[in-house]
Structures are given as C-alpha cells and as structure tokens.
DNA sequence: ATTTTAGTTGAAATCAATTTCATAACATGT
DNA sequence: ACATGTTATGAAATTGATTTCAACTAAAAT
C-alpha cells in the first residue's frame, strides 16, 4: 500500500496525493476530498523512510539516561517526555547504565538514525564527544551537574552552593564531625558538591578530615557500604552528608544496622529530594531540585535550538532554584532554633 | 556527504561502495580496502532513512510504559532494554501515563515509525487495537496482568495466585479482618488480584466484606487516602493487602498518621518487592515477582517473533514464578510459626 | 588452445515519498 | 478580444541507499 496505489485509485497522480498530505490548500476542494477518502479508507500511512529521505527531520530526539532505575533521572526524563510528546517528538531511550562505552556506542545509535536533537542527562561523555556532535550539527542540552568549561548548552543546578547550604544546615543543627559520601559518576562531576562541603568546613574553621570523604557508587548500595565504613572509624562523624537520597536510603539502611538512632546519634542528609525520601523513617532532610523542571527547561532549551529560535552559538547555562527541605533526619527543630 | 561522494573518492561506482558496506565478502581486498579508508577518513554513515527504505527494518522496537516514574515498570522496562541492546536495538520509549488516549497516540507514532515489534508494558490498550497491530503484522509482546483471552503473546506471572498466597499469609499470621486496596489501572486487568484475595477469604470461610476492597489510584497517595478510608471505619481492618509496593508505601504513611504501629496494630502486605521495599520502616513483606525477568522474557519472545524463530500464530503465555518474601510488615515470624 | 567457471564491477532499476517546473484551464482587467 | 494572472495538475527529477543483471576479466578445466 503505497501512494501509487492511492493516486490510481483516485485517478490522479502522485504528485496530487502527495500535496493532499503535504500543502493541502493547493489542491482543489473536490479532488482533496475525494483523496482524503480513499486515504482514509485504505488506512494508508505515508512510508517514514521516504518521507524521512526529503525531509531529513525525524520527530525524534535522543534522551540519555545514566541509569533508568534511579527515579532522579527518570523525573528528569519525564519533564523531557512531557515537553517532547507536546511537539509530537518520541525520544529514543538510551540506557546508558553509568557506563561510558555504552553510552558512546548509544550516542553513535543517535547520530546515525539522524535525531533532531539530543537531551544528555548526567553525561560521562567527554569532549571529543561533543566536537564530534558539534560537526555533526545535531543540537544538544546537557542537564544536571558537568565539568566546567564545555561550550554546551546546560541546564542544571547551583551543585556547590547546595551541597554548601546542607552542609551548612547540619553545622547549625550542632554537629561538628559532619562525613560526606560522594556518588561519583564517571566523568560526570569534577567535584561541585565535594567543593561546596568543603567550604561550608571553611567558613567555620572547622578541619577537613579525609577520612570523611567516601566515594563511592550512586546508589543504596554504595551509600549502604560508605557509612558502614564511616561508623567503624574510631571517632566516628555525628553528620552524614550523601551527594543523592538513594545513597542517604543506604545510608540510613547501614546505620540502622548498627543500632544508631536517627537523629539522636547520627544525622543524615540527602540530595534530590525524590519521592520516598518522604516515606523513608525518619523522613529525610534534604536538598529539593527542581527534577521535572530540570527536564522541561532542557527539552524547551533543545526544540529552541532545534527550531532556531536560539542560535545556539554561544552556550548557554540555565541555572534552576533549589532549596532546603526540613525533615526529620538531622535533628529536631527546636535544635536548629537554639543555634540562631 | 553521500554514497556518491565516497564512490567518486575511490573511483569506483556506487554499487561497489554498497557492497563494502553490506557484502564485503564480494569486493576484491585491495579494492575494498581503499573504500574503507576513505569511508574511515570521511566519517561517512549511510543514510539511515535510504537504507530502511530498502530493508524496511528499523532496528526499533516500541517500549509501551503506563508510568515512568514507577520503578516496577522501569524494571520491567529494563530487563527488555538489556536484551534490545544486546541486539543492537534501540527502543522507543513511550510514557503511556496510564492514559489510554496518549497510549494510543504513541501506538499510531510506532507503526508510523514502523517499528519491528513493540512490547506492552501493563497495558490499557483494547481489542481494536491490537487487532490493528495484527493487520499491521507487527508482532506484539504484553507484560504483566491483563484481560483474559486476548489471543496475545503474553509473559506474566499468575496474580491470582500471588494474591491468594499474599492473603493466606496474612490469615496464617492471625489476622482475620483483612482489607484490600487495590490499585485500578484502567482495562488493564479484570481483576485477578482481587479474585485470589476472595478465593483466599473463601478457603477458610470468611465473609468478604465490600467495605474492605477499596479501590484506588496506583500510587503511593493513593494508597494513602485508601488506608485512611479503611483505618477510619467503625471496624477496622487488621491487616491490609496492597496490590503494589507503591500503594502499600502510602498505606504506611497514612497508617503511621493515624498513630498505628506496624504490625502489631495493623499489618501490611505488598506486592511487587520494589528496591525500596526492604528499606521502609518496617521493612515491607512483600510477593517478590521477578520484575527485571518479565522484561528479558518479553524481549526474548518479541525478538524471536520479529526473526521468524516463532511463527506467532497461536497466543504463547508465559507465566513465570513468584515467590512470597516475609520480612517485617506482617508480624512475627514466631507468631507465624505458632500457627502451622 | 579453447571452453568453463569464478570473481569483480558498473549501469540502471528499485524503494516511496517530495518537489520543481511546465502546462493547461479558467478568470480577470483593459 | 486579447493580454495577463491565478489555480490545479502531472511528468520527471530528487532524496540516498540496495540490488539485479549484464559484462568483463582472469584463472581453471578440458
């Protein structure tokens, strides 16, 4: 079933049933109507291949996932999903599962299926990448935390002034000794949040102790085996700082198996402010980010750059607001009052 | 840069070009040779719309999800992602957002697209659809709980039985009054889950009771207003069963609201064993149904139907096993085992 | 020495659309 | 009545590949 069959049926010639499809307002109302019936009735769909020959539009864009698990970046891709479906897009998922090898043979998969435009959330990939995607012409938005000095559109948050803010937040509650465990991902971060722990340390003179810093892998596991680390140290801290909620949920898993109360002997503050951090006990204290408005803004920041409205010459970084989000897990509130 | 540019290059014609492309096997090695260093040079990929054109695969497959935020559909999703990869497919990925009209849409976007399969994550879509998709000659996969004698290729576990289970666990540990809440998603299933809480009433001769089975929105606030319907009733229930993790997370908190110890005032029963189930407070008993696996199953089936390995005549069902996993939500293990 | 065979290669057809250009028919203005 | 403009349509070119078929070469078999 193609359009020959449809312009014999018709008694036209393609040319004409092309231009039903495509200009409509030139052809005449009778022969439009009189096609636009037999389209209709012989369910026909014009071949995305051909069409996608002269066009060379795809209505697609890519979306890279880090890890489609973590739901932090499923927010994200669902603010993307929720802008791209409005335009009629469909993204081409791409599971990069944290690893880099993966991800460059995804982003290969990308440019030759010739999307219009790529989201990259939380991408390890380098700069050789993106020469590469520059010269391919394909607009690209990058969103969450990067390495600084990439020339590329970005949409993220103030890492380093949040991570400071909750650091600073489990200082005025009236712990001292405050761990951090850092979720590193590969190439991801040169270290926004680990900068702003540190000057949060600073600024009250307090010491920066290496045997605080733990890195380990983003996720309940990773967080899980950090403080387990933490609580066996010899002078243990009163505060854990995890860079995600789901290393925190790991976090509060192990402590919990020590028998540690929180807040009473230790406080634990997240990063993300996802969904459960609500249901976990006790509820946690942590950094709210804008997930599905990170999401949006990249996908709007994209189909900008996609439809020209923004050049897309010098890049761009759109900074979104976080904030503080109070619960239970790192002290009560009347704590937190005598502070001030 | 075209196939034209790379055969003018190395002075040969473009069907020799072609052929290093795809029969290589068929070029003289010296001649071959030089082509591809001029292709490695050039950068040059095929056009991806002119080969599918010719070919008419796409590499594609559509990846129906009813909610992406919702990590037993990720896993799902997953598990046929991991399989898809390894074939060098990627997928489409489809946010049906428990919205039969947007599923829809995104069902016409993939035969569009012309994808080489699709597989159904929980679906909403009806009969006329995938009578559609048949005329199409678009092989289908569906995974999970759905309307019995559909004529389709099916991988699922058995719900009713898992609920049966579920419940006779909850009857075994000393609860009598046992309430459901069970999470509706639209056309998806007839209720299967429900059947087993009844069949499971039944076996011991308990009355069931209307205003025990609520029915509600899958989620966690819908789990929330659900408990507190139940929890607010003149008699309230001792135990309640949840059709999903989810709605068993929103149980809790509202249960904890209303100042109920789990389990000693009331238990909690899952379904689904999400990660986060192990990590509530307390730690959730759960049905484990092996998520990640009804994705690799499902995309194994679909691949062997898009490669003519099966003929895809008659309906398969594959319905895998689940397992109960006690943990903390349901009582004591001693009291349990008083009851054998 | 001649026929057969296998191995290479290119011209042209094909895939299914869109679009340009030319032409015909008809309406409008002088 | 004639020049001009407008509208509707189709033939053919174009998009970028793959593939068939024919032709040619060189090696092997007779």
């Not at 700082?241 to 230790?266: Q, R």
Request: charged share 30%; glycine share 8%.
């Amino acid at each position: 079933m193609n359009i020959r069959h449809i312009a014999k049926e018709a008694g036209v010639s393609v040319a004409t049933v092309s231009r039903v499809l495509n200009h409509p307002e030139h052809v005449a109302p009778k022969t439009r109507e009189k096609i636009e019936k037999i389209i209709e009735e012989a369910e026909y769909t014009p071949n995305w291949f051909a069409r996608g020959l002269n066009f060379n539009k795809t209505g697609t864009i890519g979306l890279m996932i880090p890890h489609i698990l973590n739901s932090v970046h499923m927010e994200i891709a669902k603010g993307v999903e929720d802008v791209a479906h409005r335009k009629e897009y469909i993204a081409l998922m791409c599971n990069a599962e944290r690893d880099a090898a993966k991800e460059r043979r995804y982003l290969e998969q990308l440019i030759k299926r010739r999307v219009d435009g790529i989201v990259l959330i939380c991408s390890s990939l380098g700069e050789k990448d993106f020469k590469m995607l520059e010269e391919q012409n394909i607009p690209v938005v990058l969103i969450g935390d990067h390495k600084d000095g990439l020339g590329l559109h970005v949409v993220s948050i103030d890492c380093r002034q949040a991570a400071e803010k909750a650091v600073s937040h489990l200082l005025e509650a009236g712990h001292e000794r405050i761990a951090m465990i850092y979720g590193f991902e590969p190439e991801v971060e040169n270290g926004h949040k680990v900068e702003g722990y540190k000057t949060a340390l600073e600024k009250r003179n307090l010491p920066f102790r290496e045997e605080y810093l733990r890195t380990v892998e983003n996720s309940i596991e990773g967080g899980y085996l950090g403080a387990k680390k933490l609580a066996e140290l010899e002078e243990p801290p009163q505060a854990i700082f995890a860079s995600s909620d789901y290393i925190a949920f790991g976090v509060m898993d192990a402590l919990k198996d020590k028998n540690l109360k929180i807040p009473e002997d230790i406080a634990v503050m997240g990063f993300d402010n996802v969904r459960m951090s609500n249901l976990v006990e006790p509820k946690l204290t942590t950094i709210e980010v804008p997930l599905h408005k990170l999401g949006v803004y990249g996908a709007r920041l994209l189909f900008d750059l996609i439809e020209g409205e923004e050049d897309g010459k010098e890049a761009k970084t759109i900074l979104l607001q976080h904030k503080i989000k109070i619960r239970k897990s790192c002290g009560h509130k009347e704590r937190i009052g005598e502070m001030f």
